[in-house]
């Protein structure tokens, strides 16, 4: 399990830290954000990050930078009430999940959340914590807070997948 944090200047350094997580992600990363928009996305190693923090924390705004290094220009919103927000590619999809408005865990099988899980997709959660064991466990677990007019972002590996990813991270 590796663990490593950093602190985040503003909501534009969470967004460029979102696009060197896109690429710790991609299959081949010697692949370029600007290969991932001209292909319509790059092969992905697929994987489930959960993500953490209060509301306002930058849980969405880490996501839309993820999505700008898969080369997705359109609008990335919160999926609060639409709770996931699907996004597809030419060899991957992403879906970004937000588990806020739920009351029951066992509300989240109603999403059909078994589809989602293919291989080579990659599966972010805001509020994970809410579809307790019924969405599956994270590979990389991300933590955010507030700390002065930045962010701490605490990054942590829980799989052998997300153990690759955060050394791609860190590296």
């Known amino acids: 399990m590796l663990t490593n944090s950093l602190y985040l200047d503003d909501e534009a350094a969470t967004l460029e830290f979102g696009k060197v997580l896109a690429k710790a992600t991609f299959q081949n990363p010697a692949s370029s954000v600007a290969s991932a928009a001209a292909e319509s996305g790059i092969p992905s190693v697929g994987g489930v990050i959960h993500l953490h923090g209060d509301l306002g924390a ?3 705004s880490l996501t839309r930078g993820l999505m700008r290094g898969y ?20 060899y991957c999809n992403i879906y970004h999940f ?5 009351s029951d865990p066992e509300e989240v099988e109603y999403l059909g959340t078994d589809d989602y899980f293919a291989a ?9 914590e809410r579809g307790s064991n019924i969405i599956p466990p994270a590979d990389l677990r991300i933590n955010i807070e507030l ?12 799989s052998e997948k997300g153990e690759l ?3 791609r991270l860190w590296n």
């Not at 937000?98 to 739920?102: A, E, I, K, N, P």
């Not at 080579?120 to 994970?128: P, R, T």
């Not at 962010?151 to 942590?156: G, M, P, V, W």
């Open 120 to 128: 080579s997709n990659l599966c972010i959660f805001e509020w994970a």
């Open 98 to 102: 937000d588990l806020y408005r739920l």
């Open 147 to 158: 700390e002065g007019t930045g962010r701490r972002l605490s990054c942590q590996s829980l």
């Open 71 to 90: 080369g997705y220009e359109g609008a990335v919103k919160s999926p609060t009430y639409t709770l996931v927000e699907p996004y597809e590619f030419k």
């Open 165 to 167: 990813i955060a050394k």
């Open 58 to 60: 930058g849980k969405t």
